[in-house]
């Protein structure tokens, strides 16, 4: 048992942007295997090959304020327009 909560205290950072994780304020710090929901949000809910419930979920976080917009779901066109 004592491993297991030595392990945990580890993993308490996300290991890709060292967000600390699973706190209550804030919802992009969950947990996901040692990095947070911020990070492989990014990777799973991408609208080009991503896995369609966490597009849906990510795009939900977009309209509440909690992520910024990647850049390829800008409301004025795709990622390289300027």
Same mark, same amino acid.
Request: glycine share 14%; net charge negative; aromatic share 4%.
């Given at each position: 048992? %004592? +491993?297991?909560? %030595? ?12 967000? *600390?994780?699973?706190? /209550?304020?804030? /919802? @992009?710090? @969950?947990?996901? !295997? !040692? ?5 492989? #949000? ?5 609208? +080009?090959?991503?896995? /369609? ?7 939900? +976080?977009?309209?509440?304020? @909690? ?5 390829? @779901?800008?409301?004025? #066109?795709? *990622?390289? +327009?300027?």
């Amino acid at each position: 048992m %004592v +491993e297991i909560a %030595v392990r945990r205290q580890d993993k308490a950072k996300c290991g890709i942007c060292g967000r *600390p994780l699973d706190r /209550p304020d804030d /919802p @992009l710090s @969950l947990d996901c !295997g !040692g990095d947070c929901w911020g990070c492989i #949000g990014e990777i799973e809910g991408d609208p +080009e090959d991503g896995y /369609p419930p966490a597009i849906r979920k990510v795009q939900r +976080e977009i309209a509440l304020g @909690l992520r910024p917009p990647f850049a390829c @779901l800008r409301p004025t #066109g795709g *990622p390289d +327009e300027d």
